[in-house]
């Protein structure tokens, strides 16, 4: 059964992997990609998102959603990490920006499309989904699951000491979409950061002649430069690479029913996600939660569908 796709993201590098993947996975059929900021400001976000769907040039074109305007304009983190573009100063020749629609209408009218059938994985802060709750109070209850990169069990932040980034964005976001009773799968940083890929993954790369292997070539190495400079890491991690694979592969993550909420205020704790751990829990469970991940199995996944994206880009 092909599983119809949004991906709602802030490319960065590794939205752009996961795009990159997803555009020509057999058993995806990605509806739209709607850009929010995030790792970059709205504009550069909604560039990036055509930018990467021009230079693949899937077979089948999403319809392209445009990030909000005056929210979130980056954080200097992300420039460092994905480089000012978010691209890893990807200079690509973008023609024209299309014309398009606000990402939270696109999402409104593909879930309305199609009711009860499409997956929401949402790789940026969650700006564009709450807007569309906002805007369409039934919407929760119209998409099947939504995929959430984003957030810390243990607290542990990566952007301050308590938030991860997409959480850190748009707290109040994450919060509406936490509360929202859409069913959802969390795809926290303990599991992002289980998978490290050294840079022999750029030796197995598709060729550069096709689409895939150029795109990649040209995005990668700068994000194996920035963790080496900002982490001090010999290897990089690729969150939204591994939370795509949560969407396409659930049967290779073990998950933990769990109530989650997200702090809006604190000083220290902006971003931070909660979870009520007490032997008699209050809060109402919200979430799946991916605990441990199948390392081989996820690895052999991505190796397979980044080859597979090489073959069609010939
Ligand atoms: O914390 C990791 C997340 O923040 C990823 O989605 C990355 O692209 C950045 O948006
Ligand atoms: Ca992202």
Avoid at 33 to 55: H, L, P
Avoid at 197 to 218: I, K, Q, V, Y
Wanted: hydrophobic share 40%; glycine share 6%.
């Amino acid at each position: 059964m092909v599983k119809k796709l949004i991906i709602d993201c802030d490319p960065g590098i590794d939205d752009a992997v996961a795009l990159c993947m997803a555009l020509f996975d057999p058993r995806l059929d990605v509806l739209a990609i709607t850009s929010t900021a995030g790792n970059v400001e709205s504009s550069q976000a909604s560039k990036n998102v055509q930018t990467i769907v021009e230079s693949l040039d899937p077979p089948r074109w999403p319809r392209l959603g445009t990030a909000p305007e005056g929210l979130f304009v980056g954080h200097a983190n992300a420039k460092q990490i994905h480089g000012n573009d978010g691209l890893g100063n990807f200079n690509s020749q973008l023609s024209r920006l299309h014309h398009q629609h606000p990402s939270e209408k696109v999402i409104t009218d593909v879930v309305r499309n199609a009711p009860g059938q499409v997956t929401v994985l949402c790789l940026g802060p969650l700006t564009n989904l709450a807007l569309a709750f906002s805007r369409d109070p039934d919407l929760a209850s119209m998409i099947d699951r939504v995929v959430i990169m984003g957030g810390s069990i243990s607290g542990v932040g990566n952007v301050t000491a308590t938030a991860e980034y997409n959480m850190f964005c748009d707290p109040e976001a994450a919060q509406t979409v936490f509360r929202s009773l859409v069913t959802k799968t969390l795809v926290p940083l303990e599991v992002s950061q289980q998978l490290t890929f050294n840079l022999s993954m750029l030796d197995e790369l598709p060729d550069a002649s096709t689409r895939a292997g150029n795109f990649l070539r040209n995005v990668l190495p700068f994000l194996f430069r920035s963790y080496r400079q900002v982490y001090g890491l010999e290897g990089i991690h690729l969150h939204d690479v591994v939370a795509l694979i949560a969407a396409l592969h659930p049967e290779f993550f073990e998950t933990q029913d769990m109530a989650g909420d997200v702090e809006t205020n604190g000083s220290l704790t902006r971003g931070a996600t909660v979870f009520d751990r007490r032997s008699r829990p209050e809060w109402r469970i919200n979430l799946e939660v991916a605990m441990k991940l199948d390392k081989q199995a996820v690895r052999d996944a991505i190796r397979e569908s980044i080859r597979y994206a090489g073959q069609l880009t010939r």
